[in-house]
Each structure stands twice: as structure tokens, then as C-alpha cells.
């Protein structure tokens, strides 16, 4: 029943692959995806492992690889980091780490950071009262490129930096 299960993941997974391929990036399906596997997981309950916060994740070997990576990701949002220094924080190489991410998120580490990033700064948007401006906000979160990030921001979130300003106050 197991292996059974887990062939169920797999196709549904390919799925939701196939289907964001098709129809393009829309805005919050990274975390949906992170959402769906996570509902998946608790469907094949002899997969699973836990972290610390409870969550479901599939088991895998790589996920101590990942957890340090995510680890040293969130330590150094505002600053550049190069995809062997995460490595070099993760004590694995970089096909583990890529790998890693894939297995656990659908994403590389380096879409993985700018998702962090981009969360980051919409954070700051919102709750970071009037003192935060574009400009400040990208910069904390480690966004150099203003035209980047704000095309960044819109895909992932449907709305503009400053429209969240907006809101936000």
C-alpha cells in the first residue's frame, strides 16, 4: 500500500509540474505546492518526518542537508550569498543540495533563497509601519536591482511593493 502511495504522490506531483509549466508561474504557487506535499505527506503516513515545528515532511536523507542550508539562508537574507557558500554551510555538495531542495520544495536552493527574500520583504511591507520604504525593504532582504525585484515581487505576490505599502498602512 505503501509503494502504492507513494507511485499516487509521484503522478500527482508530475501533475502539478506539468500544469505549472503549461500555464506559467502564478502568484503564490510555490508555497501551494509546499502545501500540497505537506497534505500528500499525511497521506502516506509511513514516509513521514517531522521537524521542529511540527510540520510534515517526506523523508528523506537529504533533508538534514537541506535544513542546514535553510539555516544559514535565513541568517544571511540581507547579504549575497553564492550558491557554494550555502553548500559549504549545508557540508554537501552541490547536486546534493539541488537535489535536496527539488526533493523537499519543487524549487532549487537558489529560487528557494529568493522566495525567502522576497517573503522577507513583504514582511517588512507590512509591518514595518511607514519608515519602510521600497527601496529600504529591498535592500534588507538582500535585492540590489530595484526592476528585478519588483518583477519579482509582482509574480510571486500579484500586487506591486508599493501597493503593499499601501495597504499596509
Known amino acids: 500500500a505503501a509503494a502504492e502511495s507513494w507511485r499516487f504522490f509521484e503522478r500527482l506531483m508530475d501533475m502539478l509540474h506539468a500544469s505549472r509549466a503549461s500555464v506559467g508561474q502564478m502568484p503564490g504557487s510555490a508555497f501551494l505546492e509546499i502545501e500540497i506535499v505537506d497534505v500528500m505527506a499525511s497521506v502516506i503516513g509511513n514516509h513521514l518526518q517531522t521537524d521542529d515545528t511540527g510540520r510534515f ?3 528523506s536523507q ?6 542546514r542550508a535553510e539555516e544559514f539562508m535565513r541568517a544571511h537574507l540581507s547579504e549575497p550569498i553564492a550558491l557554494h557558500e550555502i553548500c559549504a554551510a549545508a557540508r554537501a555538495s552541490e547536486r546534493t543540495v539541488e537535489y535536496g531542495f527539488r526533493e523537499m520544495y519543487g524549487m532549487g536552493a537558489k529560487k528557494f533563497l529568493q522566495v525567502l527574500r522576497l517573503n522577507h520583504a513583504r514582511r517588512l511591507f507590512r509591518f514595518g509601519g511607514n519608515a519602510v520604504s521600497v527601496q529600504d525593504g529591498a535592500a534588507a532582504a ?4 530595484m526592476g528585478h525585484f519588483s518583477a519579482n515581487y509582482r509574480r510571486l505576490f500579484g500586487e ?7 495597504r499596509s498602512r
Do not use: D, M, N, Q
Open 160 to 166: 506591486t511593493p508599493s501597493e503593499t505599502i499601501r
Open 57 to 59: 515532511y517526506l523523508w
Open 62 to 67: 537529504r533533508r538534514p542537508v537541506v535544513r
Open 142 to 145: 538582500g535585492f540590489w536591482h
